[in-house]
């Protein structure tokens, strides 16, 4: 029996916590796969699945080997794409997470065009606003906007994305166009709640980085919600650039201090040090980095 195969299915089994998905994945009976398992298991002399009739979890011992087979398990992989000078045809599954509005917006296009090129390969993606883990949950890539904090990753740079102050029409013709950042400090404002200090907003004057104080009723941890109540005429806010592109280009809000923008939050694509990248999601990765379209606030 090869041993490939036995990897294999316990990495699938594993990650998906099902031995059905993982025949499904394998194109092999629930059954097949079982064996593949439980001989991987006898070969080896320890248990790496705990098994029960409505679950499957991982042992200490399973959680070890799954970590240093997947590496394994995608040289294998890479090889066989090179033997068969996959370059040119790229095919498989590449799993990915993204922010849920960045993803939406700007990255769901961009997913698309790399769609059309490459009709063989498979996209899984996986949108949520908290910061998944790649090799727990079997990522491939991960999106991601902010300080990138994680050394376990490799990190590789697709753009910035610039902070927009932004207020509707009727807000600015009711409460008046403050003239400067500083009077932003007599003014109703949108606080973010995912900042460490929704209070203080920072701008770029003369070349150096100065902070004002604002304050308001609104406090929101959603960029889109916040753009929304900024165009209802309630508030001036400070949104992403991408959460607001086309209101800005409709008219529905003004942006405010364009020239004194900031662009705090990298936008990046992350992935396991330790794995070596299949020819597919190297192009995936390839294929971001020169979008224009993917970061195009980005004042690169």
């Given at each position: 029996?090869?041993?490939?195969?036995?990897?294999?299915?316990?990495?699938?089994?594993?990650?998906?916590?099902?031995?059905?998905?993982?025949?499904?994945?394998?194109?092999?009976?629930?059954?097949?796969?079982?064996?593949?398992?439980?001989?991987?298991?006898?070969?080896?002399?320890?248990?790496?699945?705990?098994?029960?009739?409505?679950?499957?979890?991982?042992?200490?011992?399973?959680?070890?080997?799954?970590?240093?087979?997947?590496?394994?398990?995608?040289?294998?992989?890479?090889?066989?794409?090179?033997?068969?000078?996959?370059?040119?045809?790229?095919?498989?599954?590449?799993?990915?997470?993204?922010?849920?509005?960045?993803?939406?917006?700007?990255?769901?296009?961009?997913?698309?065009?790399?769609?059309?090129a490459?009709?063989?390969?498979?996209?899984?993606?996986?949108?949520?606003?908290?910061?998944?883990?790649?090799?727990?949950?079997?990522?491939?890539?991960?999106?991601?906007?902010?300080?990138?904090?994680?050394?376990?990753?490799?990190?590789?740079?697709?753009?910035?994305?610039?902070?927009?102050?932004?207020?509707?029409?009727?807000?600015?013709?009711?409460?008046?166009?403050?003239?400067?950042?500083?009077?932003?400090?007599?003014?109703?404002?949108?606080?973010?709640?995912?900042?460490?200090?929704?209070?203080?907003?920072?701008?770029?004057?003369?070349?150096?980085?100065?902070?004002?104080?604002?304050?308001?009723?609104?406090?929101m941890?959603?960029?889109?919600?916040?753009?929304?109540?900024?165009?209802?005429?309630?508030?001036?806010?400070?949104?992403?650039a991408?959460?607001?592109?086309?209101?800005?280009?409709?008219?529905?809000?003004?942006?405010?201090?364009?020239?004194?923008?900031?662009?705090?939050?990298?936008?990046?694509?992350?992935?396991?040090?330790n794995?070596?990248l299949?020819?597919?999601?190297?192009?995936?990765?390839?294929?971001?980095?020169?979008?224009?379209?993917?970061?195009?606030?980005?004042k690169?």
């Amino acid at each position: 029996m090869d041993k490939i195969d036995r990897m294999r299915a316990f990495a699938l089994v594993a990650k998906n916590t099902s031995f059905t998905t993982a025949a499904q994945r394998m194109g092999r009976s629930a059954r097949l796969v079982s064996k593949y398992v439980a001989d991987l298991e006898n070969a080896l002399g320890v248990q790496l699945l705990n098994r029960t009739t409505r679950s499957v979890s991982l042992t200490d011992a399973g959680a070890t080997y799954l970590t240093l087979c997947e590496p394994l398990l995608d040289g294998f992989d890479e090889l066989e794409d090179r033997v068969r000078n996959e370059q040119a045809s790229l095919r498989g599954a590449i799993h990915i997470s993204a922010p849920t509005g960045f993803g939406a917006v700007r990255l769901v296009p961009s997913l698309a065009t790399f769609a059309e090129a490459h009709p063989h390969v498979e996209l899984d993606l996986r949108f949520s606003d908290q910061r998944a883990s790649i090799v727990e949950e079997g990522l491939d890539l991960a999106i991601r906007i902010g300080p990138m904090r994680d050394s376990s990753l490799k990190i590789r740079q697709l753009g910035r994305m610039p902070l927009v102050v932004c207020a509707s029409p009727a807000y600015l013709e009711r409460a008046g166009r403050p003239s400067d950042p500083q009077a932003l400090t007599t003014h109703e404002c949108i606080l973010d709640g995912n900042m460490a200090e929704p209070t203080v907003w920072r701008f770029d004057i003369g070349g150096r980085e100065e902070t004002v104080h604002v304050n308001g009723r609104f406090r929101m941890n959603a960029p889109a919600a916040s753009a929304r109540l900024a165009a209802q005429g309630a508030a001036i806010a400070r949104c992403p650039a991408y959460t607001i592109a086309e209101a800005l280009t409709s008219g529905e809000l003004v942006e405010l201090f364009s020239e004194h923008r900031i662009s705090p939050y990298v936008i990046a694509a992350l992935f396991p040090q330790n794995r070596r990248l299949t020819t597919r999601v190297r192009a995936l990765i390839e294929h971001l980095a020169n979008d224009p379209e993917l970061c195009p606030d980005d004042k690169r």
